[in-house]
């Protein structure tokens, strides 16, 4: 039943992530990668873990949160983006490059960092820790936005700004549809395989709930050659979320000793680090690329020895 399921919801996502890519190449036209990516696909990319977080801490079940809040963000500035520089070099033959101005993404996602460090030496998640991660990210939207306002944008016209919006719409609806029955499906066939709790949290869970979000990307790379760069922005901008606003939710809702939680916390921080050095210079070539895959699986056997 679980296997028929998966096998049903799957080509949900896919539509979900077809609909949110064609979405987004419109809009980026007249707002730009930082704007598109950065914030509007980010915000939807990073619902369902919205949904999974907001659920888990009114359950009372804060770990379940807290996996839930950061694990996307060692799957995908390790392997995701790995895969992701690996099938630009395939589809184009040349590394990937970030073709807009990527300081803002740059410059918040090492502050987010900083901030989670200085979390994890404070020891929990409270509701001391959660006014400043949401003044964090709320900060990087008002900059970006404000940077938008202030650059040159094209013209587009009225029925494609309707067609874009109405793609966005109906694929960010099949996502917080389809995508909290997916993750747990996997959870309970997880569960029926025996999988370890840390490898559900830091492995399985995290690839189905960011399953959507790396078919969006593939689907943007495939499409265009800039469109590996729109996925990077995305994926920034979707994880300053998780490591701000998600997190705070999880303090708002419940005060979590993150000694507990030490395993994940680790290792967000050491894949940000990664991310934040590999993406300084603006280029992914294949040799990153792959290194970063072969982290991803270097830190989920770590996390499960230790």
């Known amino acids: 039943m679980i296997d028929d399921n998966l096998l049903i919801i799957f080509p949900v996502l896919v539509l979900s992530a077809e609909l949110i890519s064609r979405g987004a190449e419109k809009i980026e036209k007249v707002m730009g990668q930082g704007m598109t990516g950065g914030i509007i696909m980010g915000l939807l990319t990073a619902?369902?873990?919205?949904?999974?977080?907001i659920t888990a801490s009114l359950r009372n079940e804060p770990y379940i949160a807290l996996g839930s809040a950061i694990g996307g963000n060692v799957l995908l500035f390790t392997f995701g983006i790995g895969l992701l520089g690996v099938y630009n070099f395939i589809r184009w033959r040349k590394s990937l490059t970030i073709a807009e101005d990527y300081t803002v993404e740059h410059k918040f996602l090492i502050a987010s960092t900083v901030a989670l460090l200085f979390v994890l030496m404070y020891g929990s998640l409270n509701i001391y820790t959660s006014i400043p991660l949401i003044a964090l990210y709320a900060y990087y939207a008002y900059y970006r936005v404000r940077k938008f306002v202030t650059e040159d944008k094209e013209e587009i016209e009225g029925k494609d700004i309707v067609k874009a919006s109405l793609y966005?719409?109906?694929?960010?609806?099949?996502?917080?549809?389809?995508?909290?029955?997916?993750?747990n499906?996997?959870?309970?066939?997880?569960?029926y395989l025996h999988?370890?709790?840390?490898?559900?949290?830091?492995?399985?869970?995290?690839?189905a709930g960011e399953?959507?979000?790396t078919i969006t990307a593939i689907r943007l790379t495939y499409t265009s050659e800039k469109g590996g760069s729109l996925a990077i922005f995305d994926f920034v901008g979707s994880k300053i979320e998780n490591a701000t606003v998600l997190l705070a939710i999880v303090g708002i809702f419940n005060d979590v000793n993150l000694?507990?939680?030490?395993?994940?916390?680790?290792?967000?921080?050491?894949?940000?680090?990664?991310?934040?050095?590999?993406l300084m210079d603006k280029n992914l070539g294949l040799?990153?690329?792959?290194?970063?895959?072969?982290?991803y699986f270097l830190v989920a056997y770590l996390t499960l020895v230790f």
């Open 259 to 278: 000694q507990l939680g030490m395993n994940e916390v680790v290792a967000t921080l050491i894949a940000n680090t990664f991310a934040i050095f590999i």
């Open 287 to 295: 040799k990153e690329s792959i290194m970063l895959m072969i982290v």
């Open 168 to 183: 966005l719409v109906v694929g960010a609806f099949l996502l917080i549809l389809f995508s909290e029955p997916f993750v």
């Open 47 to 53: 619902l369902p873990e919205t949904v999974f977080v």
């Open 195 to 207: 999988i370890p709790s840390i490898w559900l949290a830091l492995v399985l869970t995290p690839l």
């Open 211 to 213: 399953l959507e979000e």
């Open 185 to 191: 499906d996997v959870a309970r066939l997880s569960a």
